[in-house]
């Protein structure tokens, strides 16, 4: 199983401020790497996949890189929507895909 | 538009059964595959396993290997999970979720999730 390690568990932040949240990988995904957003209380929403792709309807503020073992997604003037918890998820493993233990971004 | 329309919350007892329903509008739903993920209480999500929706084949993780089913009504759109032998730690939010294409990559789609508690 690949293990995704996500830091850091929390991160505190002001409106307007840029935020940086990290992912890693037990063993290279290639690009094969996608986050999401889930709002207490809701489903996940699917933001980026192929590591640096923006799903539809995804803000351009929102943006990723990566390759390999090590992730990013930056967030580049947080609103007030974005304070939410972060999971990335690899898909690499058919069909085991596994998950990041979430960053939560607050206020 | 596309959309899962999950079935409703269920409560029961350590050793039962619980089977959840996930019914698919909007697409064709033998294009893609279907998986079902959990998310116990304040905790991340961990991905149950896999069906096909084409033909019905299943794969699941390890873990949950003789006590988890999954099938399919294609007549409906409607695809099932079922996890018998339920304990406290089965106790989460059980979501479907349909792949970006065909039956990989990141999930686009997912249901509103259905909370099953498991209680003495």
């Known amino acids: 199983e690949i293990v995704m390690t996500q830091s850091p568990e929390t991160l505190s932040l002001a409106p307007g401020e840029r935020a940086t949240l990290s992912c890693r990988a037990s063993?290279?995904?290639?690009?094969?790497l996608a986050w999401y957003q889930q709002i207490p209380g809701q489903a996940p929403r699917l933001l980026m996949y192929?590591?640096?792709t923006r799903a539809s309807g995804v803000p351009a503020r929102f943006s990723g890189s990566g390759s390999g073992t090590e992730f990013t997604l930056t967030i580049s003037s947080l609103q007030s929507e974005d304070f939410a918890i972060y999971f990335c998820?690899?898909?690499?493993?058919?069909?085991?895909?596994?998950f990041g233990q979430g960053t939560k971004l607050e206020i | 538009q596309v959309q899962l329309a999950q079935s409703g919350a269920e409560v029961k007892k350590p050793g039962a059964s619980v089977k959840v329903s996930c019914k698919a509008s909007?697409?064709?739903?033998?294009?893609?595959?279907l998986f079902w993920v959990r998310q116990a209480p304040g905790q991340g999500l961990e991905t149950l396993g896999w069906?096909?929706?084409?033909?019905?084949?299943?794969n699941f993780a390890q873990k949950f290997q003789g006590r988890l089913t999954m099938t399919r009504d294609t007549s409906t759109s409607t695809a099932y999970m079922e996890l018998r032998s339920l304990r406290s730690a089965d106790t989460a939010v059980y979501y479907c979720?349909?792949?970006?294409?065909?039956?990989?990559?990141?999930?686009?789609?997912w249901g509103q999730g259905t909370r099953v508690t498991v209680s003495a």
């Open positions: 998820q690899q898909y690499s493993d058919w069909p085991l895909y596994t």
């Open positions: 979720a349909r792949p970006h294409s065909g039956d990989s990559g990141p999930f686009n789609i």
């Open positions: 192929g590591a640096s």
């Open positions: 909007g697409y064709t739903f033998t294009s893609y595959g």
């Open positions: 063993q290279s995904v290639s690009t094969d």
């Open positions: 069906m096909s929706i084409y033909n019905g084949n299943t």
